[in-house]
């Protein structure tokens, strides 16, 4: 069954700390791992995303840590900011579309000053 | 020009009503989707349009009507709407056959309320 397992449903985190969401699959075949943040109102933008031929990818504060043999992946907020407070959502296609994502159920991210 | 536009912003209709959600970009993309998201859910796919031609459809009822009258417009008609079809309707574009997967560019969305 395809699916992503995502946690926690929410999280907390003071300004300046680390914010980490956490991923897990159990399908073997997918091959392309996104991360979006979507803001109340908006839809959903793509924050960052990986391949599984890399085990980390970096863009400013943002960081994903990908373990192939554990299944799982993960996002890293440094440096957390109040303007960080979102809904982050992980997700994964599979190899055999170009176009369909299997969505985890979402985290929501609030940063306190 | 990177963005996908949506109209109307909000939308409210009752069961027997028939109305269409409009769905817009200019960056050249020949995939286009649409979207429902109720809330705190995460987007579940409807429909994929690949080159103006129908390519997925996720066993929608037939109450929803896509249509892709050209390569920037994407339009979803709706009738007899059952009140828990009320949620957030998001369209989406990406490219077509640079990579395996392109990224998906979301509109803003509809917020639907179907009375």
């Known amino acids: 069954q395809q699916q992503v397992k995502q946690s926690p449903q929410s999280l907390i985190v003071q300004k300046g700390g680390i914010s980490i969401i956490n991923c897990a699959y159990e399908?073997?075949?997918?091959?392309?791992f996104p991360w979006y943040q979507q803001f109340p109102g908006k839809g959903p933008a793509l924050l960052i995303a990986?391949?599984?031929d890399v085990s980390e990818k970096k863009e400013g504060r943002f960081t994903i840590s990908f373990n192939k043999s554990a299944k799982q992946f993960s996002l890293h907020i440094m440096d957390s900011q109040p303007g960080d407070s979102a809904t982050y959502f992980c997700?994964?296609?599979?190899?055999?579309?170009?176009?369909?994502?299997?969505w985890g159920a979402g985290t929501k991210l609030i940063i306190k000053p | 020009d990177t963005e996908v536009t949506q109209t109307p912003k909000h939308l409210v209709m009752g069961m027997t009503n028939k109305k269409s959600l409009k769905c817009e970009q200019h960056?050249?993309?020949?995939?286009m989707y649409w979207y429902k998201q109720k809330a705190k859910k995460p987007p579940e796919l409807m429909f994929v349009?690949?080159?103006?031609?129908?390519?997925i459809n996720e066993s929608v009822p037939s109450r929803f009507s896509p249509e892709c009258p050209n390569s920037s417009l994407l339009n979803l008609h709706l009738h007899a709407l059952q009140p828990e079809d009320s949620a957030l309707y998001l369209c989406?574009?990406?490219?077509?056959?640079?990579?395996?997967?392109?990224?998906?560019?979301f509109g803003p969305g509809t917020r639907l309320t179907v009375l």
């Open positions: 989406a574009s990406s490219q077509e056959g640079l990579a395996r997967f392109s990224e998906q560019f």
């Open positions: 960056m050249g993309h020949r995939a």
């Open positions: 349009y690949s080159y103006e031609k129908l390519s």
């Open positions: 399908n073997t075949a997918f091959d392309y």
């Open positions: 990986i391949r599984p």
């Open positions: 997700a994964a296609s599979p190899m055999d579309s170009n176009y369909q994502l299997i």
